[in-house]
């Protein structure tokens, strides 16, 4: 149990953190402490089981589909990191209770800092690779925020914005290159993956997800070509680089190498992939630091190049230099962590972080300097140091490197020169911040010792350094033997840790690169010189223009794409369904079904005829509008007569009512538009559009023909059969309608509701200027309301009201219904609208449109509803035959009432479209309409409905 | 038959998607309604072509297939929601922007052709 | 079926249709839209009406009972052909379209 | 109350009675009971939309006035028809009828009486219900029509409003 | 007998139908459009009324009837918009 | 036949009609109503989620007719998964919306409620035209809800948005027409026995069918090249529709899931996986799209509903190659992702109503009011939606990756939705570091504050991110079940069978 604990305290810290910000820096430095040493304590107690080469391990089933788990192990590698993340982590902490101003933000900060303290021991105690990559985002995603932490300057989010893209994307790449090795293994769980080394060499994919993996790694570790991130990390807060980008977040891409080491090292591929970048990176990190002025610059880079070496010896294969990977990482942490921490002291107290304007410091503060001396003579390698130690290792393994021929020569001649130049930017570190004369405009003059308790953590870390450098066997060696059997897998191999070696090889080669570095320095002015020339690369503005081009060019092309223009989108829909049915529809060709053709009768073919010649003639005139909104007509005219022609008075009947309504909306909305329609596509766009009209126009063509000549059997059999005796109606459409299928119709009666709702709130305060003629020349006449039609007008609504109810009442035995009753009433009353103008006939309507909607649906809602209280389901009809004296025999049947709200919910509907459209006529905006934009109740209008 | 009737919805589809892919709103809405015909007359045609065999009970020897004339119905007045509901938008686009231009940005629009200032009566 | 109804209702289908076809003739073939507004409200008005009637006695003598829906068509009719006229006029006279030249009078627009 | 359940417009509702019965495809038990609940209902709801009634309105002239202008437009259509075939040119005229109906609802059956008879379209009626504009498909004279619209129309409206 | 009857109506009537279709074609001006629909839309009362005689059903008579009621508020839009614009107001 | 099922449907239904009739009621007392309705629909989900996770079909007959005669509903897992789903994301987007956003027109609510009725008879409908009739039913009321608000900006996107499906509806109809012409029958599970059996040159009609409606589905979804209508209408809806209307493209997802496997599915015969082959390269390029949109985003509001083409890509990826484990995986990521998005939405809404005229535009502007809570909001949002750890879209994103077996298509398929991802990271944190850090003097005037209300139904959507964390092992279980109940049709099937009640009974 305890080591999801020592992975989730500083998570829970974090979460208390920002609580303890009201009480100080002091107060919050300690709550953050807190949970840092019970994590630390927690880890004791498995020590023994450690040394004795055991593994603590602890599962827990989290997503077993996922292969993700909740696993944590505990070896003595991941003891060697989750050590160095926790000691360090406190030092930081105590650092940074001197480091930060009171006036910032305490709480954001050390609630990051003890998030990804959590999130990197994640990481390490992560016995499930999957965990462990939740970990590792995570730690790019606090990095992020970190680096950021003072967000408003500019170079603090550009890093931090860099930092995560790498990181970040490299994650991505080690989360592909752990899938796929989880693929091969068929589990994510460490000891499977660490077992199953040699089936992941041995697949075909092992490559892939060797680079994908390394990708990771490499990011995170800041390897070239990646390493640019890392100097621009440095706007950081110092704790942060010091913790992050120096001694943990930094060797989490080492820390992967190793863990894999057994599932992946082993190979060529490996060999030649790591060794090499670190060797690059080596390399480069050290002489770019040499050159740089800000002293975390310095720093920075001498961190990618130290981070180089290890990758290196990682690289290499051997035992040996495994243990010296490990052994140089507990050692760089501690003497760059110190560094960095006491150039965030020199920067704290001077003001700038530039070499060029911090000299002499030994005079001002002596203590720190002695402190910041020893850890840089510790980087140079110094004996008695620690870095001495491990370096000497690393030379000892590049002498031993077999390599072909006189590549042979490389690994100990580019470990020379790095070492040369790691001496030389050690010495300017020293020399020119401490000595070199007298300091040059300082921001903070004259400069002073830090508090007493902010150089505590740097003179432990710098304790450590020499004690481990003289005292390696008895400081670390346990450790670091525990550390390199967990890595490799296998108990570590014999190797001595000891000051000294005697006179050999390794031994020469470091005073080479300690004088050579001396040498170097003391030449800098001609080196820096020959680097000058070079043009200083940015990669911050690099990385800026690349992701400023790139999303200029993204927008650039979603503009050209997304143009807005409809008729593009209308096109890609028509072609991608052209596309689709082509191969289908090709493959059936013209065909005529077994049942073939039934003779024409010339009437139809001549009418059928004006129908399409109409259908062609509104495309082609279309630019006319008054022309091809009568020329529509023709066809809806036609349409409805093809349904007669065909057996379907319903649909006659609906389409025309339809139809009528369609044409008066149009005329509607004709007034405020152009009567013309310019000719704005080209020639060509429009030979392309009649041509994809005549693709999709000849398709429905064929398809229509052919469905038209197949035999065929279908479900309405059941309707047929069942409409009487079921649904007590003799017009089996209607029954369909309000019976089988009257949940269509609930549905279809709330579009036509939702549509009015829509079109009623979509109008409210439109106003449209109409045009002041008819275009042609004529303004519009003044005249509104002829007398004729208006005294025609007057008998015609109750005469159609009548028709209407006929219609209704006779439409479940013969055609009719709800719907078209409920057309001819709503057109009746438009006939008023149009005859006796818009406020006339609205104080004349008894009920309002929404009511009448609302009514409509509650009717058609309850009487499906009423058939729960009889256990049927919703809309079960029943119907009735009723004998009255006199009368005779009667229908009732449930499904009139629901018709009836059909009828109610259609003629509110249909009024209150038009009727918005018609409102917003300059001409009927003389009466105030019950104002729409007030919230308070208007009662007013709705009691002063006049009656007569 | 079939012949004519599969011609009427080919055309009905075709002078439809034509207009569809028109730049103002008007032709557009003439567009919709008359794809929407042509296509009710379709779903129609999925229940095949009867003569006199309207399926109201006891007028006829045999009956149409009622499942598609319902669907039909359904369709139709949809249909009419939505043109009415796009006509209003046209309207309300109108409004806004003072043109019933639909097709992209009305600054890049396509030259306007000499035809353009042609006019002729309604 | 009585052959004396068969007559009456072949004659008045016939005539039904002759008036329908005058009507669209003169709408087809008359000079200006003011001659052209004679011929559907008056012949094809009838011709329909004709045609109704022919109908309610068709059915009237049919084993499936009377009706008199036809009625109300005619009705109908009769009763919108006017306004229709007038609106269509009104319209016509206010775009002052063109008259044939033969005519006497001037319209107005209001 | 009791206002409310009376017939508002007597006329109307027996004409709505009898349409019904037309509808209803003859008159029987069931078409007698729901002509009268709709030939009463539906004139409660609608009356508003008919304010400017006549005040007086003789309607048992009506039916003679009606099978008159019937009897008309079965021979107006003859004599349309006949003009139309005939290859003669027409003579159209527009002519001013000056009206000597007020009440709006007779000028308006005037007016489509004209419409339905005779060689007559009515073209326009003045706003202040004065003049009649008329276009004849073919005649000499206005007086001629005037005369006659006069005589065989106006008159009987005139008796049946006044 | 009166199937003849019937046919040479039905000709006669979509001749007529035609000649509509002439007139709003060739126009020349809106309100003879209009005229040319109003009197397609009366035709279509016609050709209803003769299917059903044809076709021995009463079943399309109300389609009629619906023309008879509405399809002039059709035309008289259409006719109030070439004079009025404003349609409803 | 137990009438629960009804409820999703009827108490929206209710509510809305309710709310037309209060229309000119106090707001106050319509905004009670209004949440009170939501928050039943969201209990009647629950209470269905409770009765579809025993694996088990219910089915309800409308109108007591047998399918596959009559409508039926037929509650699934899946059903049952989209109705929290919608109703979840409909009750906060709802309390978003009472904090101001629905004001100036009274038809808000019942617009709202009247789509949350269509989105879910869409979910539980069993036949194949009421599903045209629910996408009609959602789409006027989104059409509506689209254009609720002020402003000229949304009436030509809107107008794109409308035609487009229109044309869409139509579409639906063809393919429908095309079906039923040879198949005889609209219930969908009548429609997974017949089509097997289809032979010939009727197979043609059939295919060419199922094409369409794919087409249809894939306009809803957004699948490139149907894609264009989305970002601009989404842009200039109102925040708390644009939320809802996470759920939108999704509906497709939904058609495509809910119809293919079952009627073309394995067992289809001569159809089997009709359109799959299509759909996966579509998807992908839809992805690569949406990136390219996120990248090329000057507005939040802009990069997000790229995101959602982003959503949309990676959805349907797994889904066209077909299997459970990528059904499974879709599913998982489709309730993230819609809750996610959704969540961003509402709360680049409060960013803008802090920002002044530079609303949400990325760009420097005077620091923000409330910037610690927006800007954590928006990072958690951010970090969700780009698929990093520790929140739900790496783990939707996870279940995706691994769901594909080796070859061509896990190719394809990493490497797009990884880049994707890298590219979105980008783009984000370029949008997240300028609109939230990059601060220049000054002071926004008339900047609103954020109620604890809009905070809360914000944080709620974006939290829920976390919550699937939490919750990642029940809910994997969830949609992984779901996904073995798709793929197994027998039991949809048997719905043909389900038993009606009986006279007096």
Same mark, same amino acid.
């Given at each position: 149990?305890?080591?999801?604990?020592v992975?989730?305290?500083?998570?829970?810290g974090?979460?208390a953190?920002?609580?303890?910000a009201?009480?100080?820096?002091?107060?919050?430095?300690?709550?953050?402490?807190?949970?840092?040493?019970?994590?630390?304590?927690?880890?004791?107690?498995?020590w023994?089981?450690?040394?004795?080469?055991?593994?603590?391990?602890?599962?827990?089933?989290?997503?077993?589909?996922?292969?993700?788990?909740?696993?944590?192990?505990?070896?003595?590698?991941?003891?060697?990191f989750?050590?160095?993340?926790?000691?360090i982590?406190?030092l930081?902490?105590?650092y940074?209770?001197?480091?930060?101003?009171?006036?910032e933000n305490?709480?954001k900060?050390?609630?990051?800092?003890?998030?990804?303290?959590?999130?990197m021991?994640?990481?390490v105690l992560?016995s499930n690779?999957l965990?462990?990559?939740?970990?590792?985002?995570?730690?790019?995603?606090?990095?992020?925020?970190?680096?950021s932490?003072?967000?408003?300057?500019?170079?603090?989010?550009?890093g931090?914005?860099?930092?995560?893209?790498?990181?970040?994307?490299?994650?991505?790449?080690?989360?592909?290159?752990?899938?796929?090795?989880?693929?091969i293994?068929?589990?994510?769980?460490?000891?499977?993956?660490?077992?199953?080394?040699?089936?992941?060499?041995?697949?075909?994919?092992?490559?892939?997800?060797?680079t994908?993996?390394?990708?990771?790694?490499?990011?995170k570790?800041?390897?070239?070509?990646f390493?640019?991130?890392?100097?621009?990390?440095?706007?950081?807060?110092?704790?942060? +680089?010091?913790?992050?980008?120096?001694?943990?977040?930094?060797?989490?891409?080492?820390?992967?190498?190793?863990?894999l080491?057994p599932?992946?090292?082993g190979?060529?591929?490996?060999f030649?992939?790591v060794?090499?970048?670190?060797?690059?990176?080596?390399?480069?990190?050290?002489?770019?630091?040499m050159?740089?002025?800000?002293?975390?610059?310095?720093?920075a880079?001498?961190?990618? +190049?130290?981070?180089?070496?290890i990758?290196?010896?990682l690289?290499m294969?051997?035992?040996?230099?495994?243990?010296?990977?490990?052994?140089?990482?507990?050692?760089?942490?501690?003497?760059?962590?110190?560094?960095?921490?006491?150039?965030?002291?020199?920067d704290?107290?001077?003001?700038?972080?530039?070499m060029?304007r911090?000299?002499?410091?030994?005079?001002?503060?002596?203590?720190t300097?002695?402190?910041a001396?020893?850890?840089?003579?510790?980087?140079?390698?110094?004996p008695?140091?620690?870095?001495?130690?491990?370096?000497?290792?690393?030379?000892?393994?590049?002498?031993?490197?077999?390599l072909p021929?006189?590549?042979?020569?490389?690994?100990?001649?580019v470990?020379?020169?790095?070492?040369?130049f @790691?001496v030389?930017?050690?010495?300017?570190?020293?020399?020119d911040?401490?000595?070199?004369?007298?300091?040059?405009?300082?921001?903070?003059?004259?400069?002073?010792?830090?508090?007493?308790?902010?150089?505590?953590?740097?003179?432990?870390?710098?304790?450590?350094?020499?004690?481990v450098?003289?005292?390696?066997t008895?400081?670390?060696?346990?450790?670091l033997?525990?550390?390199?059997s967990?890595?490799l897998?296998?108990?570590?191999?014999d190797?001595?840790?000891a000051?000294?070696?005697?006179?050999?090889?390794?031994?020469?080669m470091s005073f080479?690169?300690?004088?050579?570095?001396?040498?170097?320095?003391?030449?800098?002015?001609?080196?820096?010189?020959?680097?000058?020339?070079?043009?200083?690369?940015?990669?911050?503005?690099?990385?800026?223009?690349?992701v400023?081009?790139?999303?200029l060019?993204?927008?650039?092309?979603?503009?050209?794409?997304?143009?807005? +223009?409809?008729?593009?989108?209308?096109?890609?829909?028509?072609?991608? @369904?052209?596309?689709?049915a082509?191969l289908?529809?090709?493959?059936?060709?013209?065909?005529?079904?077994?049942?073939?053709l039934?003779?024409?009768?010339?009437?139809?073919?001549?009418?059928?005829?004006?129908?399409i010649?109409?259908?062609?003639?509104?495309?082609?005139?279309?630019r006319?509008?008054?022309?091809?909104?009568?020329?529509?007509?023709v066809?809806?005219l036609?349409?409805?007569?093809?349904?007669?022609?065909?057996?379907?008075?319903?649909l006659t009947?609906?389409?025309l009512?339809?139809?009528?309504?369609?044409?008066?909306?149009?005329?509607?909305?004709?007034?405020?538009?152009?009567?013309?329609?310019?000719?704005?596509?080209?020639?060509?766009?429009?030979?392309?559009?009649?041509?994809?009209a005549?693709?999709?126009?000849?398709?429905?063509?064929?398809?229509?023909l052919?469905?038209l000549?197949?035999?065929?059997?279908?479900?309405?059999?059941?309707?047929l059969?069942n409409?009487k005796?079921?649904?007590?109606?003799?017009n089996?459409?209607?029954?369909?309608?309000?019976?089988?299928?009257?949940?269509?119709?609930l549905?279809?009666?709330?579009?036509?509701?939702?549509a009015?709702?829509?079109?009623?709130?979509?109008?409210k305060?439109?106003?449209?200027?109409?045009?002041?003629?008819?275009?042609?020349?004529? @303004?519009?006449?003044?005249? +509104?309301?002829?007398?004729?039609?208006?005294?025609?007008?007057?008998?015609?609504?109750?005469?159609?009201?009548?028709?209407?109810?006929?219609?209704f009442?006779?439409?479940?035995?013969?055609?009719?219904?709800?719907?078209?009753?409920?057309?001819?009433?709503a057109v009746?009353?438009?006939?008023?609208?149009i005859?006796?103008?818009?406020?006339?006939t609205?104080?004349?309507i008894?009920?309002?449109?929404?009511?009448?909607? @609302?009514?409509?649906?509650?009717?058609?809602?309850?009487?499906?509803?009423?058939?729960?209280?009889?256990?049927?389901?919703?809309l079960?009809?029943?119907f009735?035959?009723i004998?009255?004296?006199?009368v005779?025999?009667f229908?009732?049947?449930?499904?009139?009432?629901?018709?009836?709200?059909?009828?109610l919910?259609?003629?509110g509907?249909?009024?209150?479209?038009?009727?918005?459209?018609g409102?917003?006529?300059?001409?009927?905006?003389?009466?105030?309409?019950p104002?729409?934009?007030?919230?308070?109740?208007?009662?007013?209008?709705?009691t002063q409905?006049?009656?007569e | 038959?079939?012949?004519?009737?599969?011609?009427?919805?080919?055309?009905?589809?075709?002078?439809?998607?034509?207009?569809?892919?028109?730049?103002?709103?008007?032709?557009?809405?003439?567009?919709?309604?008359m794809?929407?015909?042509?296509?009710?007359?379709f779903?129609?045609?999925?229940?095949?072509?009867?003569?006199?065999?309207?399926?109201?009970?006891?007028?006829?020897?045999?009956?149409?297939?009622?499942?598609?004339q319902?669907?039909?119905?359904?369709?139709?007045?949809?249909?009419?929601?939505m043109?009415?509901?796009?006509?209003?938008?046209?309207?309300?686009?109108?409004?806004d922007?003072?043109?019933?231009?639909?097709?992209?940005?009305?600054?890049?629009?396509?030259?306007?052709?000499?035809?353009?200032?042609?006019?002729?009566?309604? | 079926?009585?052959?004396?109804?068969?007559?009456?209702?072949?004659?008045?289908?016939?005539?039904g249709?002759?008036?329908?076809?005058?009507?669209?003739?003169?709408?087809?073939v008359?000079?200006?839209f003011?001659t052209?507004?004679?011929?559907?409200?008056k012949?094809?008005?009838?011709g329909?009406?004709?045609?109704a009637?022919?109908?309610?006695?068709?059915?009237?003598?049919?084993?499936?009972g009377?009706?008199?829906?036809?009625?109300?068509?005619?009705?109908?009719?009769?009763?919108?052909?006017?306004?229709?006229?007038n609106m269509?006029a009104?319209a016509?006279m206010?775009?002052?379209?063109?008259k044939?030249?033969?005519t006497?009078?001037?319209?107005?627009?209001q | 109350?009791?206002?409310r359940?009376s017939?508002?417009?007597?006329?109307?509702?027996?004409?709505?009675?009898?349409i019904?019965q037309?509808?209803?495809?003859g008159?029987?038990?069931g078409?007698?009971?729901?002509?009268?609940?709709l030939?009463?209902?539906?004139?409660?709801?609608?009356?508003?939309?008919?304010?400017?009634?006549?005040?007086?309105?003789?309607?048992?002239?009506?039916?003679?006035?009606?099978?008159?202008v019937?009897?008309?437009?079965?021979?107006a259509s003859?004599?349309?028809?006949?003009?139309?075939?005939?290859?003669?040119r027409?003579e159209?005229?527009?002519i001013?009828?000056?009206?000597?109906?007020?009440?709006?609802?007779?000028?308006?059956?005037?007016?489509s009486t004209?419409?339905?008879?005779?060689?007559?379209?009515?073209?326009?009626?003045?706003?202040?219900?004065?003049?009649l504009?008329?276009?004849?498909?073919?005649?000499?004279?206005?007086?001629?029509?005037?005369?006659?619209?006069?005589?065989?129309y106006?008159?009987?409206?005139?008796?049946?409003?006044? | 007998?009166i199937?003849?009857?019937?046919?040479?109506?039905?000709?006669?009537?979509?001749?007529?139908?035609?000649l509509?279709?002439?007139r709003?074609?060739?126009?020349?001006?809106a309100?003879?459009?209009?005229?040319?629909?109003?009197?397609?839309?009366?035709n279509?009362?016609?050709?209803?009324?003769?299917?059903?005689?044809?076709?021995?059903?009463?079943?399309?008579?109300?389609?009629?009837?619906?023309?008879?009621?509405?399809?002039?508020?059709?035309?008289v839009?259409?006719?109030?918009?070439?004079?009025?614009?404003?349609?409803?107001e | 036949?137990?009438?629960?099922?009804?409820?999703?449907i009827?108490?929206?239904?209710?509510?809305?009609?309710l709310?037309?009739?209060?229309g000119?009621a106090?707001?106050?007392?319509r905004?009670?109503?209004?949440?009170i309705?939501?928050?039943?629909?969201l209990?009647?989900?629950?209470v269905?989620?409770?009765?579809?996770?025993d694996?088990?079909?219910?089915?309800?007959?409308?109108?007591?007719?047998?399918?596959?005669?009559?409508?039926?509903?037929?509650?699934?897992?899946?059903?049952?998964?989209?109705?929290?789903?919608?109703?979840?994301?409909?009750l906060?987007?709802?309390?978003?919306?009472?904090?101001?956003?629905?004001?100036?027109?009274?038809?808000f609510?019942?617009?709202?409620?009247?789509q949350?009725?269509?989105?879910?008879i869409a979910?539980?409908?069993?036949?194949?035209?009421?599903?045209?009739?629910?996408?009609?039913?959602?789409l006027?009321?989104?059409?509506g809800?689209l254009?609720h608000?002020?402003?000229?900006?949304?009436?030509?996107?809107?107008?794109?948005?409308?035609?487009?499906?229109?044309?869409?509806?139509?579409l639906?109809?063809?393919?429908?027409?095309?079906?039923?012409s040879?198949?005889?029958?609209?219930?969908?599970a009548?429609?997974?026995?017949?089509?097997?059996l289809?032979?010939?040159?009727?197979?043609?009609?059939v295919?060419?069918?199922?094409m369409?409606?794919?087409?249809?589905?894939?306009?809803?979804?957004?699948?490139?090249?149907?894609t264009?209508?989305?970002?601009?209408?989404?842009?200039?809806?109102?925040?708390?529709?644009a939320?809802?209307?996470?759920?939108?493209?999704?509906?497709?997802?939904?058609?495509i899931?809910?119809?293919?496997?079952?009627?073309?599915?394995?067992?289809a015969?001569?159809?089997?996986?009709?359109?799959?082959?299509?759909?996966?390269?579509?998807?992908?390029?839809?992805?690569?799209?949406?990136?390219?949109?996120?990248?090329?985003?000057?507005?939040?509001?802009?990069?997000?509903?790229?995101?959602?083409?982003?959503s949309?890509?990676?959805?349907?990826a797994?889904?066209?190659?077909?299997?459970?484990?990528?059904?499974?995986?879709a599913?998982?990521?489709?309730l993230?992702?819609?809750?996610?998005v959704?969540?961003?939405f509402?709360?680049i809404?409060?960013v803008?109503?802090?920002?002044?005229?530079?609303?949400?535009?990325?760009?420097?502007?005077p620091?923000?009011?409330h910037?610690?809570?927006?800007?954590?909001?928006?990072?958690?949002?951010?970090?969700?939606?780009?698929?990093?750890?520790?929140?739900?879209?790496?783990f939707?994103?996870?279940?995706?990756?691994?769901?594909?077996?080796?070859?061509?298509e896990?190719?394809?398929?990493?490497?797009?939705?990884?880049?994707?991802?890298?590219?979105?990271?980008?783009?984000?944190?370029?949008a997240?570091?300028?609109?939230f850090w990059?601060?220049?003097?000054?002071?926004?005037?008339?900047?609103?504050?954020?109620?604890?209300?809009?905070?809360l139904?914000?944080?709620a959507?974006?939290?829920?991110?976390?919550?699937?964390?939490?919750?990642a092992?029940?809910i994997?279980?969830?949609?992984?079940?779901?996904?073995?109940?798709?793929?197994?049709?027998?039991?949809?099937?048997?719905?043909l069978?389900?038993?009606m009640v009986?006279?007096?009974?």
């Open positions: 149990m305890s080591l999801p604990l992975v989730l305290l500083p998570f829970l974090a979460m953190a920002p609580l303890f009201q009480g100080g820096r002091t107060a919050i430095a300690i709550a953050s402490t807190v949970p840092a040493l019970i994590a630390l304590a927690a880890l004791f107690p498995h023994q089981t450690l040394a004795d080469g055991g593994v603590v391990l602890y599962t827990y089933e989290w997503l077993p589909a996922l292969g993700l788990s909740l696993s944590f192990r505990l070896d003595g590698l991941s003891l060697l989750a050590l160095l993340i926790l000691v982590g406190i930081i902490i105590l940074a209770r001197y480091y930060l101003k009171p006036e305490i709480g900060f050390y609630g990051l800092l003890l998030c990804f303290m959590g999130s021991l994640g990481i992560s690779l965990l462990m990559m939740i970990f590792w985002e995570i730690t790019s995603l606090v990095s992020f925020l970190l680096i932490f003072w967000t408003h300057k500019k170079g603090a989010r550009r931090a914005r860099m930092a995560l893209t790498v990181t970040g994307g490299g994650g991505l790449a080690l989360l592909a290159g752990i899938l796929i090795i989880g693929q293994v068929g589990s994510y769980e460490l000891d499977d993956v660490l077992a199953a080394g040699p089936i992941i060499k041995a697949h075909a994919l092992y490559p892939v997800a060797l994908l993996v390394l990708l990771g790694a490499f990011t570790s800041a390897q070239f070509p390493h640019f991130w890392l100097p621009h990390a440095m706007q950081a807060p110092t704790p942060v +680089s010091a913790y992050l980008h120096s001694a943990t977040m930094v060797k989490a891409g080492i820390f992967l190498l190793a863990r080491y599932a992946l090292a190979t060529e591929q490996w030649y992939m060794s090499f970048t670190g060797m690059a990176t080596l390399l480069l990190g050290a002489y770019i630091a050159f740089k002025h800000d002293l975390k610059g310095l720093l880079n001498s961190t990618i +190049s130290h981070l180089g070496l990758v290196l010896l690289g294969g051997t035992e040996l230099a495994t243990v010296a990977a490990l052994f140089h990482v507990i050692n760089h942490a501690t003497f760059k962590a110190s560094l960095f921490m006491a150039a965030g002291i020199i704290h107290e001077t003001g700038t972080r530039d060029r911090i000299n002499g410091l030994w005079r001002f503060m002596p203590h300097a002695t402190l001396m020893v850890a840089a003579a510790s980087m140079a390698g110094v008695l140091l620690n870095g001495f130690l491990s370096k000497e290792m690393f030379f000892a393994e590049s002498l031993a490197l077999n021929g006189y590549w042979a020569w490389l690994p100990p001649i470990a020379t020169l790095a070492g040369i @790691a030389a930017y050690s010495a300017r570190f020293i020399h911040v401490f000595f070199n004369g007298k300091p040059i405009n300082l921001p903070i003059y004259p400069p002073h010792e830090p508090p007493r308790y902010m150089k505590i953590p740097v003179e432990i870390l710098v304790f450590a350094c020499l004690m450098g003289m005292f390696p008895i400081s670390v060696g346990p450790l033997y525990a550390a390199s967990a890595t897998g296998v108990p570590a191999p190797y001595k840790l000051v000294m070696h005697g006179l050999n090889l390794p031994l020469f080479l690169a300690f004088f050579g570095g001396l040498l170097m320095y003391s030449q800098r002015k001609r080196f820096f010189a020959f680097h000058d020339r070079f043009r200083e690369i940015d990669e911050k503005a690099i990385f800026e223009k690349v400023f081009s790139l999303g060019r993204a927008n650039r092309f979603t503009a050209a794409t997304e143009n807005g +223009s409809l008729q593009r989108y209308v096109m890609l829909l028509i072609v991608s @369904a052209l596309a689709v082509f289908p529809i090709s493959e059936m060709g013209l065909f005529i079904g077994s049942n073939g039934t003779p024409v009768d010339w009437p139809t073919a001549t009418l059928g005829a004006v129908l010649a109409s259908a062609l003639a509104t495309a082609a005139m279309h006319e509008r008054f022309f091809a909104l009568v020329l529509i007509s066809v809806g036609l349409t409805a007569l093809t349904f007669v022609r065909f057996s379907a008075p319903d009947m609906t389409q009512s339809v139809e009528v309504v369609t044409v008066v909306l149009l005329m509607l909305a004709l007034y405020y538009m152009p009567s013309w329609t310019p000719v704005e596509s080209s020639r060509g766009r429009r030979v392309r559009d009649m041509g994809i005549l693709l999709a126009g000849s398709g429905m063509t064929i398809i229509t052919a469905i000549t197949q035999p065929f059997s279908s479900i309405s059999e059941f309707f059969a409409s005796t079921g649904g007590g109606g003799n089996v459409v209607n029954v369909i309608l309000v019976d089988f299928r009257g949940f269509d119709t549905g279809e009666i709330s579009v036509l509701a939702i009015a709702l829509g079109i009623f709130a979509m109008l305060n439109t106003t449209l200027t109409p045009p002041p003629g008819d275009g042609l020349g004529h @303004a519009w006449a003044r005249q +509104s309301h002829p007398t004729m039609l208006k005294q025609i007008a007057r008998p015609m609504l109750p005469m159609a009201l009548m028709v209407s109810a006929f219609i009442l006779r439409g479940h035995n013969l055609p009719g219904g709800g719907f078209i009753a409920g057309l001819i009433t009746a009353l438009i006939l008023q609208y005859a006796s103008g818009f406020s006339w609205e104080d004349r008894a009920m309002r449109y929404h009511n009448m909607i @609302a009514l409509g649906l509650l009717f058609a809602v309850m009487t499906g509803a009423g058939s729960l209280a009889f256990g049927y389901p919703f079960t009809s029943t009735g035959y004998t009255w004296p006199v005779g025999k229908e009732l049947a449930s499904a009139l009432v629901f018709d009836l709200g059909v009828y919910a259609v003629v509907a249909t009024l209150m479209m038009l009727v918005s459209v409102r917003i006529s300059p001409h009927s905006a003389i009466r105030a309409i104002s729409e934009s007030s919230h308070d109740a208007d009662t007013t209008t709705l409905r006049e009656t | 038959m079939e012949l004519v009737f599969a011609l009427a919805i080919g055309a009905l589809t075709a002078g439809g998607v034509y207009l569809l892919l028109r730049a103002r709103t008007f032709p557009v809405v003439l567009g919709l309604t794809l929407s015909y042509g296509v009710n007359l779903l129609f045609a999925s229940g095949r072509l009867a003569t006199g065999s309207q399926p109201v009970l006891g007028t006829a020897a045999q009956y149409a297939d009622p499942l598609p319902a669907l039909v119905l359904t369709a139709i007045v949809i249909g009419f929601a043109t009415a509901f796009v006509v209003v938008l046209s309207l309300r686009n109108l409004a922007h003072g043109d019933d231009h639909v097709d992209g940005d009305p600054k890049k629009r396509t030259p306007t052709s000499k035809h353009a200032r042609e006019r002729r009566p309604l | 079926m009585n052959l004396f109804i068969e007559y009456i209702i072949a004659a008045l289908l016939l005539l249709a002759v008036f329908t076809l005058v009507g669209a003739i003169g709408l087809a008359l000079p200006d003011f052209r507004l004679h011929g559907p409200t012949a094809t008005t009838v329909v009406g004709a045609m009637l022919a109908s309610m006695i068709w059915f009237a003598n049919q084993p499936m009377t009706g008199f829906v036809e009625i109300l068509i005619m009705v109908f009719l009769l009763l919108t052909a006017p306004p229709s006229a269509m009104k016509a206010h775009m002052e379209v063109p044939v030249g033969n006497r009078g001037d319209p107005w627009g | 109350m009791l206002g359940l017939f508002p417009q007597p006329w109307l509702s027996l004409l709505l009675f009898s019904w037309l509808l209803a495809d008159v029987g038990g078409s007698v009971v729901v002509g009268l609940i030939a009463w209902g539906i004139p409660q709801l609608t009356q508003s939309f008919w304010p400017e009634r006549p005040a007086v309105f003789k309607a048992w002239r009506l039916p003679g006035y009606l099978l008159l019937l009897w008309d437009i079965v021979i003859f004599e349309v028809a006949w003009l139309i075939i005939s290859p003669r027409p159209p005229m527009f001013s009828y000056p009206l000597q109906l007020d009440c709006p609802q007779a000028i308006a059956i005037l007016a004209i419409s339905l008879t005779p060689g007559t379209v009515t073209a326009d009626i003045s706003d202040d219900h004065k003049i504009l008329i276009h004849a498909l073919d005649t000499r004279t206005a007086e001629e029509v005037i005369e006659a619209i006069h005589n065989r106006e008159k009987p409206l005139m008796e049946m409003f006044q | 007998m199937a003849i009857v019937l046919k040479i109506s039905i000709a006669l009537v979509v001749i007529a139908a035609l509509n279709v002439y709003l074609i060739v126009g020349p001006h309100p003879d459009r209009v005229l040319a629909i109003d009197t397609l839309a009366i279509a009362i016609a050709l209803i009324i003769l299917l059903g005689i044809t076709l021995n059903t009463r079943m399309y008579l109300e389609a009629a009837l619906l023309i008879a009621v509405m399809g002039f508020v059709s035309t839009a259409m006719a109030k918009y070439l004079k009025r614009g404003s349609v409803i | 036949m137990t009438h629960w099922l009804l409820a999703p009827l108490i929206p239904l209710l509510g809305a009609i709310q037309i009739f209060v000119y106090p707001m106050p007392l905004r009670v109503l209004a949440i309705t939501s928050a039943l629909t209990a009647a989900a629950i269905l989620l409770n009765l579809a996770g694996d088990t079909y219910r089915v309800y007959a409308m109108g007591n007719w047998q399918p596959p005669f009559g409508i039926v509903m037929v509650l699934d897992r899946l059903a049952a998964m989209m109705l929290v789903l919608t109703a979840s994301l409909a906060l987007c709802h309390l978003f919306a009472i904090g101001g956003t629905d004001e100036g027109t009274r038809q609510h019942s617009l709202f409620l009247f949350l009725m269509g989105l879910n979910f539980l409908t069993g036949d194949l035209f009421n599903l045209f009739v629910a996408f009609e039913i959602l006027i009321a989104s059409y809800l254009m608000g002020s402003g000229s900006t949304r009436s030509t996107p809107g107008l794109h948005y409308v035609v487009l499906n229109l044309v869409g509806s139509s639906f109809l063809i393919s429908v027409g095309m079906i039923y040879v198949t005889g029958t609209l219930n969908m009548d429609l997974a026995v017949k089509v097997p289809v032979s010939g040159d009727q197979r043609f009609l295919e060419a069918g199922g369409l409606l794919l087409v249809v589905f894939a306009l809803k979804a957004a699948v490139l090249p149907l264009f209508w989305l970002p601009r209408a989404y842009a200039s809806a109102t925040a708390p529709v939320a809802f209307f996470a759920i939108m493209t999704k509906v497709g997802i939904y058609g899931i809910r119809v293919y496997p079952l009627v073309f599915g394995a067992n015969g001569e159809m089997a996986n009709l359109g799959m082959n299509w759909l996966f390269p579509l998807a992908l390029a839809t992805l690569i799209m949406g990136v390219i949109g996120v990248m090329g985003a000057q507005t939040l509001r802009t990069l997000v509903t790229w995101q959602l083409v982003i949309v890509g990676t959805l349907l797994p889904i066209a190659l077909g299997s459970q484990k990528g059904l499974a995986a599913l998982f990521y489709l993230s992702t819609t809750w996610t959704g969540g961003l509402l709360l809404e409060l803008r109503s802090q920002r002044g005229s530079a609303s949400d535009k990325i760009v420097m502007a620091q923000i009011r910037r610690t809570l927006l800007s954590s909001l928006f990072f958690f949002g951010a970090v969700s939606a780009a698929g990093l750890p520790p929140l739900s879209g790496f939707g994103k996870l279940m995706i990756l691994q769901s594909t077996t080796s070859g061509v896990m190719a394809w398929l990493w490497g797009t939705i990884l880049t994707g991802s890298f590219f979105t990271l980008i783009a984000y944190s370029r997240g570091s300028v609109v990059r601060n220049i003097e000054g002071e926004i005037k008339n900047s609103t504050p954020v109620t604890p209300l809009l905070a139904s914000t944080g959507l974006i939290g829920m991110s976390v919550l699937m964390v939490a919750l092992g029940p994997s279980a969830y949609t992984s079940a779901t996904a073995a109940q798709l793929l197994d049709t027998r039991g949809y099937i048997q719905t069978q389900a038993p009986e006279e007096g009974s």
